[in-house]
């Protein structure tokens, strides 16, 4: 019996980010990444800003470097890593994320994983949809809910 080919997913950078908030649905898009519950779908180009943005970002508390260094040490080793040959040009207000679509072109990906709103105003883009956290969560079967505390 042939195993159903994994749903693949390319995770906008800010989810790492926001993955540190205990509880939150970006929490647990992270830990589904570990568990191998899919397959995410990286470049070069994004690892680079995934490294620059962790290692540069300011927020209320300093990023651990181990997270920083397991996330990345995942990417590397885990994540699908493609090469885009077509550049497109999609995202007119700020074409840097045009990276996060030519990924999940190159890879087939399903989804696109971001909370970022001039990629969610696209919705989908050649047969990849443009989702939350939250919408992901409930595709792959691991609908979010709020931690009792939260």
């Known amino acids: 019996m042939e195993r159903p080919e994994p749903i693949r997913a390319v995770i906008d950078t800010q989810q790492y980010i926001y993955a540190l908030s ?33 290692h540069y970002v300011r927020t209320k508390q ?34 840097d994320d045009d990276k996060f679509i030519e990924a999940a072109v190159a890879g087939q990906a399903r989804f696109l994983v971001t909370d970022d709103r001039h990629l969610r105003r696209l919705k989908s883009y050649r047969g990849t949809e443009i989702v939350t956290a939250k919408q992901f969560l409930s595709a792959i079967g691991q609908p979010w809910r ?3 505390g939260m």
Request: glycine share 6%.
């Open 22 to 54: 205990p509880g939150s649905p970006s929490e647990q898009v992270v830990l589904a990444m570990a568990g191998r519950t899919f397959d995410v779908v990286t470049t070069d180009a994004i690892l680079r800003e995934a490294q620059d943005t962790l």
């Open 146 to 148: 709020r931690r009792e």
């Open 62 to 95: 300093p990023i651990p470097a181990s997270y920083i260094e397991n996330l990345l040490g995942y990417l590397q080793k885990f994540g699908h890593r493609v090469s885009p040959i077509e550049r497109l040009r999609v995202v007119k207000e700020d074409p």
